[in-house]
Structure formats: C-alpha cells, structure tokens
C-alpha cells in the first residue's frame, strides 16, 4: 500500500500555549504540489490581533477579525488533515500544539486519531543532512553554530524561490515538501522508514526487543546510542545513555545516591546516563540497523546492567508519575476533555444544524459548559440569555483591560505598545486604524 503524505502549517496570533488562536492554516499534498488547501478563518471575537504576529505574517489586523470563525472551519480542515497517512510539520510541537488546542476550543477531543502518525521533518531533515552530507547540508550562522531555520535550509539546498514568502502557511509547506521530496527521490531507503522514526508503535517493538537505539539531538547533529533497560508503563522506558555512561566511568555510588534521592523528590536530577525515555516524544528514535550505521559504544557488563534494574525496581518502580501542571486559564485545561458524561452531549452538539439548537444541548461538566458557552458567544452571541451573556462581557472586558505585561492573551495596553515599537522600525500598512480602534474601544470600556 503506497502511503500518503501532507504538510500541514499554521499561522496563529500569539505564542504562549493556550492562546495561540490560529487563523489560518495551509496543507499539501507531498506528491501533488498543486494541491495546496489554504484555510482563513477569524480569531475569537474575544480576542485582539497581536502586531507582532502581524508583523511576522504580513497580516492586515482587519483580516483577522473577518470570515467564519475556526468551529465552522474546523470540520473542512480534519477532513483533509485525516485524509493523509502520514502528516508532517516542521518543527511539529508547535503545530500539533496548535491543533490541540483548535479541537479542544471547538469542543472537540483534543488530540488526532490514535493511529495517525504525526512526523517532525525538522529533525527528520538535519538527520538526514548528518547520514548524507552529500545531498542536504545544514547551514550555519556567523557564530558557527547551526541554522534550522527553514528559509536558511531550504535556501542552502535549493536556489532561492521568490515565489515562496517566508512565515506565511502556504510558503513554508511548499518548502517543506520540496526537502522532502528532495530525500524521497535520491534517499528512498531513508524515506521508507520515515513514520517509524516517530510511529510509537514501531519504538514499542525496538524497545520490546531491548534493541539499542539511536537519540538524536538536531540542534549538535549528535546522535546518542541508547540502551533501553527498563518498560514503566506501555509508554515509558528507562534507557541508558552509553556515550554518557561509559565517559562518567560506570555506576558510581554517587549515581546511586540520585536515584535514591528522585525517589523521594522528583525535582531532584537522575544520573546524566539514565534517559526517561517517553514513546510519545516528537524527536526521532531510530534503529541504527536500518541505515547500516554503526555506532561507537560499549554495553555495560550484565553485572552493571542488573545493578542498575534492581536499582529501579527498588526506588522507581511502576508508571511514571507526571508532576501536575499549575493551570490557571481554561484554555490551558485540555487534559482529560472531554469527560466520559459528556461525550454524547458533545456529538449531538456537533450535529446540531442550528444555534438554537446547539444551545439546548446540556452538559454535566463545568468545563464542557464553559468551552461551549464560548463556543456559542463567539459565533451566536444572540441565542444566549442575558445573564451568561452579561458575564461573558464582563470577563472580556476585565481580559482587555487588564494591564499586567506578564498575562499570556493580548490586551489593549500591550497591542499599542507593540504597535509603537514595530512602527518605529517603519510604516507598516498592516495596522492603518488598528491603533485608533484600540484606543475607541479602551474608551468605550
């Protein structure tokens, strides 16, 4: 079965998590460049447009706040996202972060069908790079170090395009899927083991078979051998780092005591050497064998291996623990979305034709009530009752308001603080009435 591949990118107005708010996102076709699904929507009516976001994207803060809203463009866009195989993005925590928390705004579960294969091409790329020099190369900057930047990248393997504008959706797919295609057709082997570097059910076989693999750390191009030792959950390994292991001298008693001492506080650090390995992370863990690579390592005797198990066993035995996240906003709160009692409320809400009908839908759950409550305000504001209404506008106002710097959302005071600071550094078009706007609407607050 020949799989398929799409490249998926998002614009958004911020960058903090939880309030990134999306407005537009652009996916193709890794075999078709010409089919480019390009998406606009607006961001909430509760939120304002960041100038910095403007500013990276060339964006007209009125387009931002005009066309249907992401609940309506939402369904369009999973229709073509669950049409591909395989999906990727560059430097794809961020973007699947994006998609988090665009189905969790919409009242949807937070997370892509369990079986979709999400694929970083950053990293996939540099590795690439690093195992043959001779095709892709990594640029690098005056201070030496490497450049991953995708316009830097694409631009050190290919002559420059001016038909691609950078940190805009459409642009930087199309020069993703080009590198790409660039190690389909002259890597293939690299190519056809692609989705197992990031597949979790391809690391669980790699570590069932206790099978030393590959860590790779793109920022350096290093790669690290790593022996897996211990299965905490279906999830979660302990692997050893043998570079590290073997550098520090083996299992001292000072190691030891590390292990004890995160026993009893998870903040204290393990051993440099013992990796908490999570089968869920978006970096690649790879099979050396695959590509013939070998690596330069020494395995610890069985003595050393079994000191370090009875270790584990004895001081941090069973599933890994994940310390609580301090969450303060309810856009932040996806974790556990949505609960079991309101996952039929959720589906007859979604298959509603009308506003007046979603708005009878009810929940058991105060977050469902306030996810929805949202959900309608933005795109129904008449159908809801004074009441919540009044509070909705209330909260809105407080937001905008408010003139703390350190708030993750955008308010008044800090768009015309950045709308003085970008025009200093020339007349930007983009926000031509954006300013007087803000400084009406802090009157009319």
């Known amino acids: 079965m ?9 614009e958004t107005n911020g960058i903090n998590n939880g309030f990134r708010y999306p407005h537009q996102i652009a996916i193709i076709d890794n075999d078709n460049e010409a089919r480019l699904e390009i998406k606009n929507f607006r961001i909430p009516h509760y939120e304002l447009p960041s100038p910095y976001a403007l500013a990276a994207t060339n964006m007209n803060w009125k387009k ?26 560059y430097n794809s925590s961020y973007d699947t972060g994006v998609l988090t928390e665009a189905l969790y705004a919409c009242g949807h579960f937070p997370y892509l069908y369990k079986d979709k294969v999400v694929c970083d091409a950053l990293p996939y790329i540099s590795l690439a790079s690093k195992l043959f020099p001779k095709i892709l190369s990594i640029p690098k900057k005056e ?10 990248v694409f631009n050190k393997n290919f002559q420059k395009d001016d038909t691609i504008i950078w940190h805009q959706a459409d642009g930087d797919v199309r020069a993703t899927s080009r590198l790409l295609n660039k190690i389909k057709k002259e890597i293939p082997k690299f190519w056809e083991y692609r989705s197992r570097m990031f597949s979790k059910f391809a690391r669980q076989d790699l570590f069932n078979n206790m099978s030393v693999w590959g860590r790779y750390y793109y920022p350096t191009q290093q790669i690290s051998p790593m022996l897996p030792i211990y299965e905490r959950d279906r999830d ?6 043998l570079s590290k292991y073997e550098s520090s001298g083996g299992l001292s008693e000072k190691d ?20 908490a390995t999570y089968l869920k992370t978006p970096g690649i863990i790879f099979n050396p064998d695959w590509f013939d690579l070998t690596l330069d390592y020494s395995l610890p005797n069985d003595i050393e291996i079994q000191e370090i198990m009875d270790l584990i066993n ?36 979604h298959k509603c034709d009308s506003w007046d009908e979603k708005i009878q839908i009810k929940f058991k759950d105060q977050k469902s009530k306030r996810v929805a409550q949202r959900i309608i305000f933005d795109n129904a504001p008449e159908t809801l009752d004074d009441q ?24 008044i005071s800090k768009a015309i603080e950045g709308i003085n600071s970008l025009e200093k550094e020339g007349n930007l078009d983009i926000f031509d009435g954006y300013k007087d706007y803000l400084l009406s609407l802090n009157q009319e607050l």
């Open 2 to 10: 020949i799989e398929t591949d799409g490249i998926f990118d998002w």
């Open 64 to 89: 931002l706040k005009e066309g249907p809203s992401l609940y309506e463009k939402l369904p369009e866009i999973l229709e073509i996202l669950l049409d591909y195989d395989i999906l990727w993005a």
């Open 143 to 152: 201070d030496g170090k490497l450049s991953h930047k995708l316009s830097d």
């Open 236 to 241: 979660n390994y302990f692997s050893i780092d």
């Open 256 to 275: 030891k005591e590390k292990i004890i001492n995160h026993s009893n506080d998870n903040n204290k650090k393990l051993p440099d050497w013992l990796h």
């Open 314 to 349: 004895k001081y941090l035995p069973g599933p890994k623990i994940w310390p609580k996240k301090e969450i303060n906003y309810l856009e932040e709160d996806f974790f556990g979305f949505p609960s079991n009692n309101d996952r039929l409320a959720w589906d007859s809400f």
């Open 388 to 411: 919540p209404y009044k509070v909705i506008i209330e909260f809105i106002k407080a937001r905008w308001k408010n003139n703390n710097s350190k708030v993750p959302w955008v308010t």
